[in-house]
């Protein structure tokens, strides 16, 4: 299933943030769903690839599965790491669905997982970057004031992947994708006004949405 939310940006005075544009896709191969005392635990998979995602937007992605409309039980991902060592650590964290079988497999791993309530791992790739930016903008001071003059703007994507792993199931299930393109604008007559899309939190929330509607929506389609 694919959702895009496009928008146009008129740049005015009482404007208060940049344009955003937003994909968002997911690929279901099984049927979800939590039962009551079940849980989700988010996780950076960056590591497995070398590329570290940033912390602070797992950490933005956690939040909003707890919270809000259909908000999802969540284990912290450090304590979720803290109970399986060291089964959990990057070096031994499995990488794929047929490591979780062999994961699964190992002495008091699936007995730990049980008492902790978790079903579901979501995997979480990809990052925020700036792409592109353009305009020019100059400040200047003098005896009788200062201001700034000119107009500068960027672009910023946040690309992120989210692979759902069924811990009952030991495979994974699907994947939801949130691919946000934001434009921020830096118009400047004497005063500054930052038009800023915030493309990363936007990103976030999208993602987290998506999240919760497949989780407990569940059908396979």
Known sequence: MKLRISCIAVIVAITTSGCVTATIENARVEATGLLEGEAVVVMAKSYHQGNETEADYIQCVETALGYGANALNIVPAQQFIDK??????????????????QFMEKLGVSKAIELMGVRYIIWIDGDTERVTQGGSLSCAAGPGGGGCFGFAWWQDDADYEASIWDLDKSESVGTVTADYSGTSFLPALVIPIPLIARTQARACGGLAKQLKTFIIGGEQV
């Open 84 to 101: 399986l060592f060291p089964w959990f650590e990057p070096r031994t964290a499995p990488g794929n669905t047929k490591g979780l079988i």
